[in-house]
């Protein structure tokens, strides 16, 4: 009887312990959710959210819409999902502004409360946005996605519009909004990076491309080039 009782005690006792475990497991348990919860919410907090959202939204925008005009301008049966305009450099571009973006947000959280300079980018994107619309709507079908390499009858030298401005604007609203959308994430380095990619990238595209477009319209085009600027800075 007095080992029952021995052995009943020390079970008890086995039992208290594994009960404090427990009761102590779940309070470091609830602690860590509410320090999780408090640093999601300094880390996703209204400033983030906004900017977030806003990015987005631009991207959605930007995508859909671009492949909304290709259709209703082009027609179904020469449409593809590549007018979307979603590469993978673009891809791995934006994933690296978001990396970006959520090492700053969580570091130095103040970087990114210049308002200013946020609602300046957010400017930025409208305007890059209405530029290539303009030149998109305005061109017609003479506005492709790929480089024509063959004159076509239906592409014609578009100079009225927008295009009396500057000789690229679906490029130079591409090259504003690009920039806009990491200027309206507070992201400095994302900034200079996509402003130096992209630059970069038209530099080199505009060229080859007006080579084609001098041999379609000759000497139209050249006395164009002449009088109009390309649309992006530093390239003739």
């Known amino acids: 009887m007095s080992l029952f009782l021995n ?5 008890l006792q086995e039992m208290s312990f594994l009960k404090d475990i ?3 497991s779940e309070a470091h348990f609830v602690v860590l959710i509410l320090q999780s919860s408090s640093t999601l ?5 209204y400033t983030a959210c906004r900017q977030l959202l806003q990015m987005l939204v631009s991207i959605i925008f930007f995508h859909v819409s671009e492949y909304i005009l290709a259709l209703a301008i082009h027609g179904k049966s020469n449409v593809s999902l590549k007018s979307l305009l979603i590469s993978k450099h673009y891809l791995l571009a934006m ?5 970006e973006y959520l090492i700053e947000v969580y570091f130095f959280p103040g970087l990114k409360e210049y308002w200013w300079i946020s609602n300046l980018g957010l400017a930025l994107v409208f305007l890059g946005e209405i530029i290539r619309k303009l030149a998109i709507v305005t061109a017609g079908r003479a506005f492709t996605h790929l480089i024509k390499v063959y004159h076509e009858e239906d ?3 578009v100079t009225n519009g927008i295009y009396r401005f500057v000789r690229h604007p ?3 609203g591409f090259f504003i909004w690009s920039i806009g959308t990491q200027v ?14 992209v630059w970069t990238f038209f530099s080199r595209r505009i060229p080859y491309e007006e080579f084609f477009l001098k041999q379609f319209f000759g000497s139209d085009y050249e006395e164009y080039m002449r009088k109009v600027p390309s649309g992006i800075p ?3």
């Open 95 to 99: 994933i690296c502004s978001l990396i």
């Open 184 to 197: 309206m994430l507070c992201n400095p380095l994302s900034t200079v990076g996509f402003a130096v990619v």
């Open 41 to 45: 919410s300094e880390l996703f907090g």
């Open 234 to 236: 530093l390239v003739r």
């Open 7 to 11: 052995v009943a005690h020390i079970n």
């Open 155 to 157: 592409h014609q030298l």
């Open 170 to 172: 679906g490029y130079c």
């Open 22 to 24: 427990l009761v102590d």
